[in-house]
């Protein structure tokens, strides 16, 4: 069973381009949630998607939006980026009538110069 | 709002050492209370986590009780491996505050020589 997987490994962008990235969650899981976390840092809750809809957001701006396709998997959009948004990005699936059992990706480590 | 404060790192043990890590929360209801463990070039793994008052997660040997009165949720260890070098992190979430969304500590390093 393959768990949550990520694409791409890492990517690096230039300041004021746009990013994808993408999550497929863990078999059966139907909940993702994404969050950003900085150089020696804790992760930051970006959102969460269920039922291809934004069900709760972190403090982020609206440069950071997401989609949440009908197989669950799911897509973080960052555009206009800043040199601060350079960190490793994570997607976490869960089930949602079992929230607290968040698995994680490897994640995404994107680089703005 | 909610969050979470761990002891800053790097920790250093030796094999065979007893692992502590201290962790506090602040939270205005009834957090769940985790942690998790992050090995080189990897996502976070869920390593135990406890859902109310005095209720203690267990795996791997590893423990933690969550304690209300002082709000807090150590990590412990009688016996590290070389193995268990990695990064910890605390957290919390609460369903009915903040639905779902996970509050991390800033994590702490954990590095064992044999």
């Known amino acids: 069973d393959a768990g949550v997987t990520q694409s791409p490994t890492h990517l690096i962008k230039t300041r004021g381009q746009q990013v994808t990235l993408r999550c497929s969650p863990k078999?059966?899981?139907?909940?993702v949630s994404w969050y950003q976390q900085a150089l020696g840092q804790g992760p930051q809750f970006i959102f969460q998607?269920?039922?291809?809809?934004?069900?709760q957001r972190g403090n982020f701006p609206d440069r950071f939006s997401g989609h949440q396709f009908p197989n669950y998997s799911s897509e973080l959009n960052v555009n206009a980026l800043l040199l601060g948004d350079s960190a490793l990005y994570l997607c976490?699936?869960?089930?949602?009538?079992?929230?607290?059992?968040?698995?994680f990706g490897p994640g995404t480590r994107l680089t703005v110069t | 709002g909610d969050s979470v404060t761990q002891m800053e790192g790097p920790v250093t043990l030796s094999e065979e050492a007893f692992l502590t890590i201290n962790c506090t929360y602040t939270?205005?209801?009834?957090?769940?209370l985790f942690w998790y463990v992050q090995y080189p070039g990897e996502g976070l793994q869920l390593l135990l986590k406890a859902t109310k008052a005095d209720d203690k997660g267990s795996n791997k040997g590893f423990e933690a009780t969550y304690r209300k009165e002082t709000t807090s949720f150590h990590l412990e260890k009688g016996s590290v491996q070389v193995s268990d070098s990695a990064v910890y992190f605390c957290?919390?979430?609460?369903?009915?505050?903040?639905?779902?969304?996970?509050?991390f500590g800033a994590g702490t390093r954990l590095t064992v020589k044999p």
């Open positions: 976490a699936s869960s089930q949602r009538d079992r929230w607290m059992e968040q698995y």
């Open positions: 998607y269920y039922e291809e809809e934004e069900r």
């Open positions: 078999s059966g899981h139907d909940t």
């Open positions: 939270a205005t209801g009834y957090p769940s």
């Open positions: 957290a919390l979430s609460d369903r009915y505050v903040n639905n779902n969304d996970m509050r």
